[in-house]
């Protein structure tokens, strides 16, 4: 993108302003709503650090979101550890580099919280989040998911 044009991205502090939009957004790349999920998720956001959770506006509408954090104890881990809990782009702005700037953000905002390795949580079928995830340079962990069906 040029950097001297108006198109592109802000990346900015989500705030609960959002909500609407990212849900639109949500809806959108996954094919269903969830709008509980979100009305929670955007209250528990509001306790973590702004740095956690991130939109990028395009000419003011909100067309991608990212949510991470920084791990206390949860599961163990110790606090050097980060999380990417969900990402979003409006399948109208994507394969523009959008994801990749919120990501970029965030990495740099998890490093300065002391963060020095990021996890997330893909489905295995999910070829175009893998493939964006590879492409950030995210590698097979250490962490093992475990399920039991009941
Ligand atoms: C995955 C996703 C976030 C990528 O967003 P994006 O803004 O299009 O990604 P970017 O343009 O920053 O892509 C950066 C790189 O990632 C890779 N990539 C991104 N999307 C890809 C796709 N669909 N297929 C293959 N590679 C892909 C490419 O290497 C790309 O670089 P390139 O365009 O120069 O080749 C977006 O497709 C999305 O929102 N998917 C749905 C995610 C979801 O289900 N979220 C639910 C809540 S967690």
């Keep these: ?3 001297g044009s108006s198109r592109v991205p802000i990346i900015r502090p989500m705030t609960g302003k959002d909500l609407q939009r990212i849900m639109e957004i949500d809806t ?3 094919g269903q709503s969830r709008p509980e999920y979100w009305e929670l998720k955007l209250e528990l956001t509001g306790r973590k650090s702004p740095a ?3 939109v990028a506006e ?3 509408k909100v067309v991608g979101f990212i949510i991470g954090d920084a791990s206390g104890w949860e599961y163990a881990v110790p606090r050097n550890i980060g999380w990417i809990d969900a990402i979003g782009v409006d399948p109208d702005y994507q394969r523009k580099g959008i994801a990749k700037m919120l990501l970029t953000e965030m990495v740099d905002n998890l490093k300065k919280l002391g ?3 990021v996890y997330t949580f893909v489905n295995w079928r999910d070829w175009s ?3 964006f995830f590879d492409g950030m340079g995210f590698r097979r962990g250490d962490m093992m998911n475990l399920e039991l069906k009941v």
């Design 1 to 3: 993108m040029d950097a």
């Design 28 to 30: 959108r790349v996954l």
């Design 52 to 54: 956690a959770s991130l």
């Design 58 to 60: 395009l000419e003011g």
């Design 115 to 117: 963060v020095t390795r």
């Design 129 to 131: 989040l893998l493939r």
